[in-house]
């Protein structure tokens, strides 16, 4: 199936408008590989975290449009927002019920906008461009634009191929800083759950189980969450943070030693009051090993400190006696127990 075919398909499966056939295409699609259905369960989630949700009164027509261009950073030429004019019916009824469906479909193409840039990041193979780190794996990228990233491990970005859209639309999953090049363009970091906009800057981000928590170093951005239930922005300048939970707002501006937090570019460990099931998933992530708890209760003690990585032993063993816990490695993996 063509690239841009498969767009199509997906699009208007989501707009609600495809025929039978296209469902049909679409199905033998998603059969076809794991790979073609972790994309669209992607592709989904986005849509479902955009998708204007329904009420009882009608949606304002260019108030969604408005919030998708705004999303998005973008301006959309007029022409393709304009919502034809719809013949009126002869019954009074009947020209109510078409006026509504018209207007939620206006609502619903809004959104579909916005899944359509997605689409082309996830969809178009040959365009797209991928950089990702496994367990115990950092990485230093710059990208087209001149944008620097530093990934750390297990993370991921995408992106189109050259960003020369209007808009640098950049998706991350796991932990990256960026150093972001000015060229008058946006600059858009999407996460799982939350958006984060600069024109040039250089910030942390990490984006681990639906939590975004951004950190500016220099500059400014614009942090969001991705769910339209959720309109309210913050503005973060240096040495501040603030973190997006699952689909709320943004907590409030909290100052912070900027530095001193993104620890993990100068191969430390920075904790405050983490808890050590966090610790542990750091850990793993870093070292690629494997770390049991002896009880599930040990993994809400929490501890506070900056710890320089070093040899894995080493390590757990200054993390365990900050505890007051043990370990023992056996069998290819690290126990921790009382």
């Known amino acids: 199936m063509m690239e841009e075919e498969l767009q199509n398909l997906i699009n208007k499966h989501f707009a609600g408008q495809s025929s039978a056939a296209e469902e049909k295409l679409l199905q ?3 059969h076809e590989s794991g790979e073609n259905r972790q994309v669209y ?8 975290r955009t998708q204007p949700k329904h009420s009882a009164e009608l949606p304002d027509i260019q108030a969604e449009w408005s919030a998708i261009q705004a999303r998005l950073g973008i301006r959309i030429p007029e022409e393709k927002a304009r919502i034809l004019p719809i013949k009126q ?6 020209q109510r019920f078409t006026q509504s469906r018209g207007v939620r479909w206006a609502a619903v193409a809004a959104a579909a906008i916005f899944v359509l840039t997605v689409s082309r990041v996830f969809l178009n193979i040959d365009s797209r461009q991928v950089y990702a780190t496994q367990n115990a794996e950092r990485k230093n990228v710059e990208l087209p634009d001149g944008t620097l990233v530093q990934l750390n491990s297990a993370s991921e970005v995408r992106f189109l191929a050259g960003l020369q859209d209007s808009v640098r639309l950049v998706f991350l999953q796991g932990q990256a ?20 906009r600069v024109l040039g800057t250089s910030f942390d ?6 939590q975004t928590r951004v950190i ?6 614009q942090l969001q969450a991705l769910s339209t239930n959720s309109p309210d922005k913050v503005v973060l300048e240096a040495n501040e943070k603030s973190i997006v939970f699952m689909e709320k707002n943004p907590t409030p501006v909290e100052p912070v030693d900027a530095n001193y937090l993104i620890g993990w570019l100068n191969s430390r460990f920075v904790f405050h009051q983490t808890p050590l ?3 542990i998933a750091e850990m793993q992530r870093r070292y690629d090993t494997n770390i049991r708890l002896q009880a599930p209760s040990l993994g809400e003690r929490s501890m506070s400190g900056v710890f320089k990585e070093q040899q894995i032993d080493t390590t757990m063993a200054v993390f365990c006696r900050t505890l007051n816990l043990k370990y023992r ?4 993996n690290y126990f921790i127990y009382q």
């Open 89 to 94: 019916p002869q019954t009074v009824g009947t």
């Open 177 to 196: 800083f960026f150093k972001v090049a000015h060229d008058g363009r946006p600059f858009v970091v999407q996460t799982e759950n939350a958006q984060i």
């Open 28 to 30: 033998k699609w998603l």
């Open 205 to 210: 981000v990490h984006a681990r189980d639906n």
């Open 216 to 221: 500016v170093k220099e500059g400014r951005v």
């Open 329 to 332: 490695f056996e069998n290819g």
């Open 41 to 48: 369960a992607e592709i989904e989630k986005i849509w479902e």
């Open 277 to 279: 099931r966090e610790i």
